[in-house]
């Protein structure tokens, strides 16, 4: 079935040549259509903008558009395969922006970038209304997005912060399921990368607006085990030297095989078949698996069940429980565009991911997530991210540019 889909997949872009077209929202019939949509009529335009740049968001599609940016660094299980072969990725992700949010977003592939990656975009984002970072390998995505918060647009990398955010809403329901407290549980996270690392920070205190509850522990691991404070090759690498500070509060050291023994929650960012069963039986009773790699899982759901997991998630739409960051940003977005966020807050984040558990009213052990189809989730999510940024909006420079 796969080698079918693959080929059809091939059959269905050579038809089309992409994905993707630019349509006009106005007809050129007359000459005065044309003076109304182009020259003399567009000058004024341009310079009540010149005025007051704020206009843009008034007058052109700035307020519906995202960029969509990658260097082509990690892409999907691909790795570093340049902006070029990133771009039909590109392209579906501004699909499904369109398709659930209503955006119109921009593939912007940047092919081994010579120059200044970040003052590049920096110098195409006037007429975007925010940036969402995809396929870029750490730790230079953290930089990346790091660099870029003094925009004055939201910019968010989606492998880091979707994921997360979809992870935690996952993770929220599957607690209620097994009926685990947060207070109480040890949770795993095999995978250093851009998703494991914001994994682990938004997980790093479970709550919502009135609440904060850490977790018994989270450890982290990477190729070369747990990740403690003071790990030799951890030296010089802050995104890591950071987690081993934030994580494994007993110092504990050794292999996955070592993290999960008496632990509740597996969450894999990582390989294929990295999970065994045996690995299973040494947590605790109805352990949560989240195996997240693509396609293939660092365990079958099958194997995780009989190894006596009480709920498997996935990052595949063929089982049940798919855990994927099309949940999240579209409404995430929408949200921040929608209310004119400046930057994208880990309270927005948090919301977005309540909003996505609170969207399964009785969660149960094959459904602790909304289906990836159903593009009420998109609205729900945007609903509770404006009401976040509305809650921040003295603080967080919000700009009210839109009459």
Partial sequence: MKEDIYQESLRLHAKKKGKLEIRSKVSIKTRKDLSLAYTPGVGQVCKEIAKDKNLAYKYTIKSNTVAIITDGSAVLGLGNIGGTASIPVMEGKAI???????????????????????????????????????????????????????????????????????????????????????????????????????????????????????????????????????????????YKEDISRRTNKRKRKGELVDALKGADIFIGVSAPGVLTEKMIKSMNPDPIIFAMANPIPEIMPDKAKKAGAMIVGTGRSDFPNQINNVLAFP?????????????????????????????????????????????????????????????????????????
């Fill in 96 to 238: 499904l922006f369109k398709e659930f949010a209503g955006i119109d977003a921009f593939p912007i592939c940047f092919e081994g970038h010579i120059t200044d990656f970040v003052q590049d975009i920096k110098n195409i984002s006037p007429i975007f209304g925010g940036i969402n970072l995809e396929d870029i390998a750490a730790p230079a995505c953290f930089e990346i997005e790091e660099k870029l918060q003094d925009l004055g647009i939201p910019v968010m990398h989606d492998d880091q912060h979707g994921t997360a955010i979809v992870v935690l809403a996952a993770l929220l329901n599957s607690l209620k399921v097994t009926k685990k407290k947060v207070e109480d549980i040890t949770i795993v996270i095999n995978g250093a990368g851009a998703a494991g690392i914001a994994i682990a920070k938004l997980l790093g205190c479970i709550g919502d607006e009135k609440s904060c509850i850490e977790p018994k522990d989270i450890l982290v691991c990477d190729r070369k085990g747990i990740i403690y404070q003071d790990r030799p090759d951890l030296k010089g690498n802050r």
């Fill in 331 to 403: 409404g995430i977005f929408r949200g921040a565009l929608d209310s004119c966020a400046t930057t994208i807050t880990s309270k927005m984040k948090v919301r977005a991911a309540y909003a996505l558990a609170n969207y399964i009213k009785k969660p149960t052990k094959n459904k602790i997530l909304p289906s990836v189809l159903d593009k009420n989730v998109t609205k729900e999510v945007a609903k509770e991210v404006a009401k976040a940024v509305e809650k921040e909006a003295k603080n967080s420079g919000c700009c009210r540019h839109i009459s």
